[in-house]
């Protein structure tokens, strides 16, 4: 059984700042990409900043330079700094993981997290 869980949202003014993680559990033998996406209230998902295994990282455009997402390969744990927070920012940040393994002859599949709520106000 694998888990994601993710802690660190919460409330935040125009300009301030969070720090998201998100922590993977269970057996597993590897994982390829991790990453965050967000729901914003009637919107779809949309993908925010993801990570590889071997660091290479990618993110939305609107969040470049204000977001940074980084990863402890050890610990199967991700984070998203956020910085300079607007009001738009505002959804439902879900956990990734991609290509996940839990044995090496295992097919990879995804898992997502529960999701955390960040609201930033203006």
Do not use: H
């Amino acid at each position: 059984q694998v888990q994601l869980v993710e802690s660190g949202g919460g409330l935040a003014q125009t300009g301030g700042s969070l720090r998201l993680s998100c922590a993977a559990s269970g057996s597993i033998f590897s994982i390829n990409a991790m990453g965050w996406y967000r729901q914003a209230l009637g919107k779809q998902r949309e993908l925010v900043a993801t990570i590889t295994s071997g660091g290479s990282t990618n993110y939305e455009d609107s969040v470049k330079g204000r977001f940074t997402i980084s990863r402890d390969n050890a610990k199967n744990t991700i984070y998203l700094q956020m910085n300079s927070l607007k009001p738009e920012d505002t959804a439902v940040y879900y956990c990734n993981a991609d290509g996940l393994k839990q044995r090496s002859y295992n097919i990879p599949r995804a898992y997502w997290g529960q999701g955390t709520q960040v609201t930033v106000s203006s």
